[in-house]
């Protein structure tokens, strides 16, 4: 029977966190988790979910991962040998692979590059523009929006307010439609676990030195990049009621970075 992990902290438990490679429990954990963050006026959904088997020498682990802020999205499969050190480390090296969305295309930029005119995008999407004299010797073009109602007076206008939004559009649909794409990866990681009565840390780190695409348009990395998954929580129980923890991570993966620092006290009544 596959193992869910706890929902919540509290500084007193045998527990790693859910976003490393290693787990508590040895064989099978799983875990889904939904978020609907709202920040600035902003609003997000972050989506993790994974599953995973601990054994004494290996670790296998499913994970699809959904970051909207960020704006990053894989799954990834991890395969990799376990080498225990003590009590308190483990390292492991393997193979990951990951399909995610085609990442660092720029469809608008290789569109210029064939030498179109920007205009002509916004007539791609039913976009029209008239010519008029603002003043005697002076011109500048009206533009009318797809249901024909005026939207900018000016060139400037219609570039400032509205051709971005076209950019973005243009851009995320020539990348959806190339699809998902795969590239298989060398992991190496290392795994620090700390526990007494009264406090325990968990230091995680995932280095991947070299990624080969498996598909026409997968992640291409400079020479030197690599990506990354790096965290520690840590917690500590001030006494028989109140416990406190902290977490940060710093994620890398194809060119796009993501911090995630949180930190909560927990109040047992009972």
């Known amino acids: 029977m596959p193992n869910k992990k ?32 709202r920040a600035f006026g902003e609003e997000f959904i972050d989506v993790e979910s994974w599953i995973r088997y601990l054994g004494d020498k290996y670790v296998v682990k499913a994970a699809y991962v959904n970051l909207g802020r960020e704006d990053l999205e894989f799954g990834q499969f991890d395969v990799r040998w376990r080498k225990s050190v003590g009590a308190k480390w483990n390292f492991t090296m393997g193979a990951n692979f990951r399909a995610h ?40 073009y009206l533009w ?19 051709y971005g939004d076209l950019i973005h559009t243009y851009n995320e649909q020539v990348v959806d439609a190339l699809g998902y794409q795969w ?32 598909t026409d348009h997968s992640f ?34 194809f060119g796009i970075d993501s911090y995630s620092i949180k930190a909560g006290l927990n109040y047992t009544f009972f």
């Open 144 to 162: 009318y929006g797809p249901d024909g109602e005026i939207i900018a007076g000016t060139d400037g206008e219609f570039y400032e307010y509205i």
């Open 183 to 214: 590239e298989s990866s060398v992991a190496i990681g290392v795994d620090f676990y700390h526990y007494t009565k009264n406090n325990w840390v968990h230091g995680w780190a995932t280095i991947m030195p070299y990624s080969y695409g498996l």
């Open 220 to 253: 291409k990395y400079e020479s030197g990049d690599i990506d990354l998954d790096i965290g520690l929580i840590a917690g500590i129980k001030i006494n028989k009621k109140i416990g406190l923890f902290g977490e940060g991570r710093y994620l890398s993966y």
């Open 101 to 140: 969305p085609a990442y660092g295309q720029n469809p608008f930029g290789d569109w210029i590059g064939q030498g179109n005119d920007w205009w002509e995008l916004a007539y791609h999407y039913g976009y029209d523009d008239e010519l008029y004299e603002v003043e005697p010797g002076f011109f500048d």
């Open 6 to 37: 706890a929902n919540f902290y509290d500084g007193s438990e045998n527990e790693l966190s859910e976003k490393a490679l290693l787990g508590a429990v040895s064989g099978w954990e799983y875990n889904a988790k939904y978020s609907a963050i």
